[in-house]
């Protein structure tokens, strides 16, 4: 029998008080018995006289996948609207694909609920799910069983950047309360939610390993203890992390995004996590739209370059070359998709996923496309007693036109090209990305 749970003021303001650093949060809402109780505790903390919440919102997606879907989102927008919260209904539209469907679903869920934070905010805004602890837990397992490393066991994080271009946050309020819990509350209330059969459905991973449960809890392996593994782990990786960092300030430069150098001497002496997770880092700052390496393709690159000293190779979007003393990693060509784009006053464009170009100035249009041969190698020669340019990460540079007049160039000072006689050129400006993986696989 579900316990009742009946949290005191102080309690929610435990559980939500993160939320206070937003000026909106869309609350992600399913239907289910998670997604309604955290509506409903939400929507009671914020009643409280002495909080000062943020705007709260609501936002069910309907996938189109199963029958009664639409029925599920009109009785949350009801809901939503009896406890004064304003609802909105998302669809995901278009063909669904065969293979993948539930990453795929599970993707636009969250394009669309950051589209719709980030919409009606004037401020930082996020979006709130209702994953809870033994979410948690099955995460921890998951990630275990796909052989994932520190950064995957930590699980899943209770705010993390959607990373969409909006800016707008994934917050986890309920992660430490379990979905017995949530029940709880919600049978106690004579609240109501909706069954979902696919959480019935065996073909899905986190359905079997609800299956195991039992098994799991008498071999000690409870949602808690599985909660308090994943914490422990993330409090191993800030270590890792900011290990790397001072091993990326020291001995790693990016060339304003032309190419990396890495002393490879010093990084060889460090311990072999630090070696890796600065080779993820650059690998994606240089890779572009390519998808990032897998873990054991970047372990076994960064074993090499510490046993070998010399080396060419290619990985996620990248050419790295070292030898005894450096190792450079600048964009793979054959594996760019760099297509010329038009840009008019005040439109930006992102290059590659490596450039962000603006025109912030002039009455002109601007061409954006790859350096051509002939360019770029005009470029080496008047550059070379200042800057090193290698010929083939010149080739995956952004170059920027005004008719014929090149006026810009990715990771090159704007004093390279100064304007001719007088005659008034658009103004660009050029920023080098540092793209970096949101949440583990």
Request: proline content about 6%; aromatic content about 4%; charged content about 25%.
């Amino acid at each position: 029998m579900t316990e009742p749970w009946s949290p005191s003021e102080a309690e929610l303001e435990q559980i939500f008080a993160g939320l206070r650093s937003y000026a909106r949060v869309v609350l992600a809402v399913s239907g289910g018995v998670d997604s309604m109780a955290l509506m409903h505790l939400a929507a009671q903390w914020a009643r409280s006289p002495k909080c000062d919440p943020p705007v709260l919102a609501v936002a069910t997606v309907d996938h189109g996948l199963r029958q009664g879907s639409a029925d599920d989102a009109r009785h949350v927008v009801a809901v939503a609207g009896r406890l004064g919260l304003v609802a909105a209904v998302l669809t995901w539209s278009g063909e669904k694909p065969v293979q993948g469907l539930q990453e795929r679903a599970r993707d636009a869920r969250y394009k669309l609920l950051e589209a719709h934070a980030a919409s009606g905010a004037a401020g930082r805004c996020a979006v709130a799910t209702a994953h809870t602890l033994d979410d948690q837990a099955e995460t921890l397992l998951m990630r275990l069983a796909r052989g994932s490393g520190p950064d995957g066991l930590r699980a899943m994080l209770p705010v993390r950047a959607l990373g969409h271009g909006t800016g707008a946050d994934l917050v986890r309020p309920l992660l430490k309360i379990s979905r017995e819990q949530l029940r709880g509350y919600l049978v106690a209330n004579g609240l109501t939610w909706r069954e979902d059969p696919s959480n019935d459905d065996p073909r899905f991973e986190r359905v079997r390993l609800r299956s195991a449960a039992g098994g799991l809890r008498d071999a000690g392996l409870t949602p808690q203890m599985l909660a308090l593994a994943a914490s422990r782990q993330a409090r191993a990786v800030e270590a890792l992390e900011r290990a790397t960092d001072a091993l990326q300030a020291a001995f790693l430069d990016v060339h304003g995004g032309m190419f990396a150098s890495i002393d490879a001497v010093r990084l060889a002496a460090q311990p072999a996590e630090i070696r890796v997770r600065l080779m993820e880092r650059v690998l994606a700052m240089f890779g572009g739209s390519t998808p990032p390496a897998d873990l054991a393709q970047v372990e076994q690159l960064a074993e090499l370059l510490a046993r070998d000293g010399a080396l060419q190779a290619t990985l996620g979007g990248c050419e790295v070359r070292a030898c005894r003393e450096e190792i450079r990693v600048f964009r793979e060509s054959g594996r760019a998709t760099l297509d010329a784009v038009e840009l008019n006053p005040g439109e930006a464009t992102t290059w590659d996923n490596r450039f962000r170009i603006k025109v912030t100035g002039g009455e002109r249009s601007v061409i954006v496309r790859a350096l051509d041969p002939a360019t770029r190698d005009d470029l080496r020669r008047r550059v070379r007693t200042r800057f090193l340019l290698p010929a083939r990460a010149a080739a995956t540079l952004p170059a920027v036109w005004a008719g014929e007049d090149l006026i810009s160039v990715g990771g090159l000072p704007g004093d390279f090209f100064p304007s001719r006689g007088g005659e008034a050129l658009p103004c660009v400006e050029t920023r080098f990305l540092h793209p970096m993986f949101a949440e583990p696989p």
